[in-house]
């Protein structure tokens, strides 16, 4: 059991983050191998040029939003490690929204404890922050806009969501999934939604509640496609989304066009990387690639996304969660800095598994990590030894495929599937029960 209270648990955490950050500043100026992310100091080259009055896109390899630079100013003039501490409170802030979030389902507290422990003290993502990687921002923005959902504010996470997709292109993918979810069955003029809880009996309670929302989708589906809550958060979203780009636009014109949008949507990385299209991109770097193969890279994705959200958007937690790995695993470019992505939801579907941590959890952790760690090795060699290991290297990005396809099928199984909200009739209904 876990004695330590949540402000402890974050207090740990932002002293430990704090001599993370102190640590990678000794580390950057005494070794040879640098802490700091090569992104951050691309982040903080652009920051500098808006400083001054100039455009970031003067900075090579800046693609991101000038919210980014912005935000990276005071870098210019306080301390170079601004964006890391940042970045590291955005992280906090992601254990904080975990617990919050799963304490509106009712899950008890020692569930909740151990979820923000899985994100707050896992290596991989208490590194991100500290070496100045901008992921957190987004993953704290992305589980704010689930609390607005689950609060019934609609106008709120319709705003961040415009603000996000601006910031960082990929969360568009959750569009459609929030559409199906802000259902009329839940979502009623002044009336809050009804969250569904976390009880022992999950197996009961979840098929219940799903036979319960599959017959209000059916009655449904055709007269109330546009209610109130969908056109107010399509409208709200995109037009946040419209204003920042329009307003970028205005200051920088096509160059931020590009590089902080359509290179996102067009993208094609020779180098090595974790897809499994990178080694055809490769070999036909040359020459621009035709429609046709651009269209078959991203139709094995788009296949996916659309059954995913069928199957799951009512749980919209687990749904976000599915369609990031799978977003992920068949992207065209893959760094490990995507994980971070859908580990920051790992911790908001664990109290609806029934796979145990011993052995089947056990596995699959090691089957990821094993996965990851074979192509990290045919990496090293290509990168570091100069070996012709792209045959090699390819056939590590498959069976990392292989590998999280298999693993998430494991957890769609093992998964207690639930829909967040109740119907309004489902009161009327207990009472008489």
């Known amino acids: 059991m876990i004695s330590l209270k949540p402000r402890s648990i974050l207090l740990i955490s932002a002293i430990f983050r704090v001599g993370l950050i102190l640590f990678g500043e000794w580390q950057d100026t005494h070794v040879e191998v640098r802490y700091t992310d090569v992104d951050y100091l691309v982040f903080s080259d652009a920051a500098s040029l808006m400083a001054s009055g100039q455009s970031p896109y003067k900075r090579t390899t800046y693609r991101y939003s000038p919210l980014l630079a912005f935000l990276l100013i005071p870098n210019s003039f306080t301390s170079r490690c601004w964006g890391k501490f940042l970045f590291s409170a955005s992280d906090l802030f992601v254990g904080l929204f975990i617990r919050i979030i799963l304490k509106q389902r009712k899950v008890p507290d020692d569930l909740c404890t151990y979820s923000m422990l899985i994100w707050l003290f896992n290596p991989f993502t208490f ?145 090595h990387n974790f897809s499994i ?75 609806w598994s029934n796979m145990k941590l011993k052995w089947k959890g056990l596995c699959c952790i090691l089957l990821w990590m094993g996965a990851q760690t074979h192509w990290l090795l045919w990496g090293y060699l290509l990168e570091f030894k100069g070996k012709n290991v792209f045959l090699q290297l390819w056939m590590a990005s498959l069976l990392f495929l292989a590998a999280n396809t298999f693993i998430l099928i494991v957890l769609i199984r093992h998964h207690n599937y639930g829909p967040v909200f109740r119907q309004h009739t489902d009161l009327k209904t207990t009472k008489t029960t």
């Not at 490769?282 to 296949?303: A, D, G, T």
């Not at 799951?312 to 937690?317: E, G, I, P, R, S």
Request: aromatic share 18%.
């Open 277 to 351: 299209y990178f080694y055809h991109i490769y070999l036909n770097y040359e020459r621009e690639l035709s429609v046709l193969e651009k269209l078959i890279s991203f139709l094995p994705q788009f296949i996916v996304q659309l059954v995913l959200i069928l199957c799951f958007a009512k749980d919209l937690v687990f749904c976000f969660f599915v369609q990031t790995v799978a977003f992920v695993a068949f992207n065209k470019v893959i760094t490990a800095q995507y994980f971070v992505w859908f580990f920051c939801l790992l911790p908001l579907i664990l109290p």
């Open 127 to 271: 590194t991100i922050g500290t070496r100045g990687n901008c992921e957190p921002i987004v993953c704290a923005m992305i589980l704010w806009i689930i609390i607005c959902l689950n609060n019934g504010n609609v106008v709120q996470a319709a705003f961040w969501y415009g603000l996000i997709v601006h910031f960082r292109i990929y969360p568009i993918i959750y569009a459609l999934p929030i559409i199906i979810f802000l259902d009329p069955c839940f979502f009623r003029s002044g009336t809050k939604p009804l969250l569904s809880d976390w009880t022992s009996d999950q197996g009961k309670a979840r098929q219940i509640n799903s036979e319960l929302t599959d017959k209000c989708v059916v009655s449904d589906a055709l007269k109330s496609t546009f209610t109130r809550s969908r056109i107010l958060f399509g409208l709200i979203s995109g037009t946040v989304f419209l204003l920042c780009t329009g307003f970028f636009f205005r200051l920088y014109g096509w160059e931020f066009l590009h590089e902080a949008l359509l290179y996102h949507l067009t993208r094609t990385d020779p180098r």
